[in-house]
């Protein structure tokens, strides 16, 4: 393999590896927000002892987040730095606004978050965890203003030859709501606030089919489930919106979505299936002419297809194809199961339906199999582009960098990425097993909490 | 020589801060890791990590930071020296990563082996660390081959020059005794005894670095040296520098920990102030052909993008200075295992 393959494999991984953390903190950072609100208000142990597992629970996800986080900010110098030469101009403001309203906001609170339940007072540490929660949707913001502007470039003009070519900011206002930002950014938040959510859903269904801490895992669904069932039926919405946007602003990707290759006819909405670009044939159960009806209220009206593309401006068709419908299909399910739990939840039968918890525990891969596939689809479907209709991915790779250094890296990489996940898994389910103690009481609970 | 206050000088400062407070903060803690096998049990290795524990992860934010910076404001810089040094930057991340795991993860089993398994890769980590950081400001003071295209053309070993490895060793040195006067500070009784004995050896051995590094950049590299001779005015900053190495032992003898740790932090600082001015207006110096050097001229954002981000800046830092101040503030005092953190 030559050092592009090797640099885009392990960005992939590395990127892919990440994202399973940053989304739990998002989404159990609003949950713990509830919990100790419910706490300070009632003042009832059980949302004390519920509020101070999560916490726990948060700084292991947290500091592999972290840890991982690192190496993404790194990669781009180390192995696209042509691209880095390009973009820096530009994501210079997304990434200066990053740093300083958002890492250092979560990091710093998370400190009093976790150590500090003795040393301030509870609204004091309220507020803690309300800038930590705030501090990781910051986080958000700017990293897809940077990754949307990379789609759809905007507020930007080219300047210089050869090795100094690069985009040159023109209007900071103009890349935060650059065409695709805003949608993509509540697109990924509520993705992530379903991951917290759908995360606590799964532990909490364990201790109820356990029979265990079933009061601290009650109040945690009191919180959960509702926040579970209102981000998964945002998300057909906020998918919707950033549709309408790909249609617009990235045809070629909207076509691999839908295995679309005629560009005279109208586009069916695919359900399940595959499709081979070579033949031009996509075999699917699909509804005709529904994502011509859903982006324009017209089923018959034509949508760009695939041949409006040569073959070398086309993203890698098949793959976008399937991890867009695997995407959608997870949503669906999250849908379903968070509807049925809250039916059960709300009619006080959820304890005693086996079946439903065992499907709840096992959710928790849910979202993660959505949000990665998502972005699978995003970033795939971007190709062959790193920035979109400006630099090639082939053009943005490090000139100095050879296939062997790059396999150094995505070896050492990989090895170290497993020790974490295995590490991550076995304290995970140590704490989990271990549960909401007496130990996390108030006069004691500066003890281990991590 | 004058210094035009223009927007690419304020960012070197800029990055140069944050690049300061990085080794201000993570000096400790990673200094702390280089003397932690020296304390010996359980109990008092746990009150070291106790003593780091609610802020390591803040004070990498700050590298973290620092190279956001770097790519946001000299993204040339950053795509050279990333790309460039690529294997020095893949181990970095190695020990960051052990080190974070190592941290987290050490208490979490009773096993006396699983717990010495992460001590020793703890303390490995921040060694390496606190070494590639060195090298690589020594290579920075020595320069690297560079081309018309602004790419390296050196090899990992050309990294690995004597003098880069004095300047890491000599970094080593520094953040050695930096963290062991912080756990003089942060403990008590038996451990902060052994501890005051940490900062007497590790002054000993930094001063002797320092004394070398000094005499090899002078006799070697007088470009550093050369804007004290035309603004003797700077001469301020070496000179506040030994005063703040020399208060440290007179202080630590006195028994006042706070200013010892803070003649430190001094020293430290103006540490990095010498090493800025002698690379300014560079960024990274081209040798051979240094007149493909990257400057802050030919190597900045456009003045679009620094004026956005000094905005920014401006904006923010007084809240992350607030709110860092207050965190501190609120883990003040001693530390022991009362406290089981790790």
């Known amino acids: ?450 | 020589m004058n210094y035009p206050f223009d927007l690419q000088t304020v960012w070197f400062l800029l990055v140069g801060v944050l690049l300061t407070g990085y080794a201000i903060l993570d000096g400790f803690d990673l200094g702390i890791g280089t003397v932690y096998l020296l304390a010996k049990g359980d109990k008092n290795r746990r009150t070291l990590l106790n003593a780091i524990g609610p802020v390591w992860d803040g004070n990498e934010v700050w590298l973290i930071t620092g190279g956001g910076a770097l790519f946001a404001a000299f993204p040339h810089v950053y795509a050279t020296v990333f790309s460039g040094f690529y294997l020095p930057f893949v181990l970095l991340l190695f020990g960051l990563i052990f080190r974070a795991i190592a941290i987290e993860f050490r208490s979490k089993l009773e096993s006396p082996r699983w717990r010495n398994a992460w001590d020793v890769s703890f303390s490995v980590a921040s060694v390496l660390i606190a070494l590639l950081a060195g090298v690589a400001l020594g290579n920075m003071i020595v320069g690297v081959p560079l081309n018309a295209e602004m790419e390296y053309t050196g090899t990992f070993f050309t990294l690995l020059n004597p003098y880069s490895l004095l300047v890491g060793v000599t970094t080593v040195a520094l953040f050695t005794m930096h963290g062991s006067i912080y756990a003089v500070l942060k403990t008590e009784g038996e451990l902060q005894e052994q501890a005051r004995k940490w900062v007497f050896g590790s002054i000993i051995f930094f001063a002797l670095c320092y004394v070398l590094t000094t005499m090899a950049t002078l006799l070697f590299f007088p470009h550093m040296a050369e804007k004290f001779r035309t603004q003797p005015i700077l001469l301020a900053v070496p000179m506040l520098n030994v005063l703040a190495l020399f208060n440290i032992p007179r202080e630590i003898y006195r028994r006042n920990e706070t200013m010892a740790f803070l003649s430190s932090c001094v020293a430290v600082a103006t540490l990095m102030a010498l090493f800025g001015i002698g690379l300014y207006p560079n960024l990274v110096l081209s040798n051979p052909n240094p007149e493909y050097s990257l400057t802050i001229r030919n190597a900045s954002s456009s003045d679009a993008s620094l004026t956005i981000m000094l905005t920014i800046a401006i904006l923010g830092m007084p809240f992350v200075l607030a709110y860092t101040s207050a965190i501190y503030w609120v883990f003040r005092g001693k530390v022991n295992t009362e406290a089981l953190h790790y």
């Not at chain 1, 509804?287 to 982006?295: E, K, R, T």
């Not at chain 1, 891969?365 to 689809?377: C, K, R, T, V, Y």
Request: include cysteine; hydrophobic fraction near 50%.
């Open chain 1, 1 to 450: 393999m030559d050092a592009e393959a090797l640099a885009r494999i392990q960005f992939g991984l590395t990127a892919a590896f990440h994202y399973i953390f940053p989304p739990i903190s998002i989404g159990l950072g609003v949950i713990l927000v509830l919990l100790e609100a419910a706490y300070l208000k009632t003042k009832d142990r059980t949302w004390e002892l519920a509020t101070k597992f999560w916490v726990k629970i948060f700084a292991i996800v947290f500091a592999v987040g972290v840890a991982t986080g690192i190496v993404m900010e790194f990669q781009f110098g180390t192995n696209w730095s042509v691209y880095s030469r390009f973009v820096g101009d530009i994501f210079g403001s997304a990434l200066a606004a990053e740093g300083i309203f958002a890492f250092f906001l979560e990091s710093g609170f998370l400190a009093i978050l976790v150590f500090g339940w003795n040393r301030v007072s509870p609204k004091v540490h309220f507020l803690s965890t309300i800038m930590v929660m705030l501090g990781s949707h910051f986080s958000a913001i700017w990293i897809i203003v940077a990754n949307s502007w990379q789609q759809t470039p905007s507020a930007y003009k080219i300047v210089g030859e050869g090795v100094l070519r690069r985009a040159e900011i023109t209007d900071f206002w103009g890349l935060v709501f650059n065409p695709s930002s805003m949608d993509r950014l509540v697109h990924t938040v509520v993705g992530a606030w379903a991951t917290g959510a759908f995360f606590v859903l799964s532990v909490s269904a364990y201790y109820l089919l356990k029979k265990r801490h079933t009061d601290v895992a009650t109040a945690s669904l009191r919180v959960g489930i509702p926040f579970a069932l209102v981000a998964s039926l945002l998300q057909p919405l906020t998918g919707h919106s950033s549709v309408a946007g790909v249609a617009k602003n990235q045809p070629a990707k909207l076509a691999a979505f839908e295995g679309h290759y005629d560009s005279t006819k109208p586009m069916d909405l695919v359900l399940f299936g595959w499709t081979n670009p070579d033949t031009k044939q996509t075999t699917a159960l699909k509804i005709p002419g529904m994502a011509s009806w859903l982006l324009y209220q017209d089923a018959r009206r034509p949508v760009t297809g695939l041949d409006k593309f040569p073959k070398e401006d086309q993203p890698p068709v098949a793959w976008v194809f399937q991890t867009y419908h695997l995407m959608v299909g997870s949503g669906m399910l999250m849908i379903l199961l968070a509807a049925l739990a809250a039916f059960r939840f709300r009619t006080g039968k959820l304890p005693d339906c086996t079946l439903l918890l065992k499907a709840l525990v096992v959710s928790v891969a849910l979202p993660h199999i959505a949000n990665q596939m998502g972005w699978m689809s995003a970033e795939l479907g971007r190709q062959p582009w790193i920035v979109y209709g400006l630099l090639r991915t082939s053009q943005g790779l490090s000139k100095v960098v050879s296939a062997p250094m790059v396999l150094t890296s995505l070896v050492l990489f990989t090895v170290i990425y497993l020790m974490l996940f295995a590490l991550f898994l076995f304290l995970l389910d140590r704490k989990i097993k271990e549960g909401p103690t007496l130990e996390m009481s108030s006069k004691r609970s500066d003890r281990g909490l991590i």
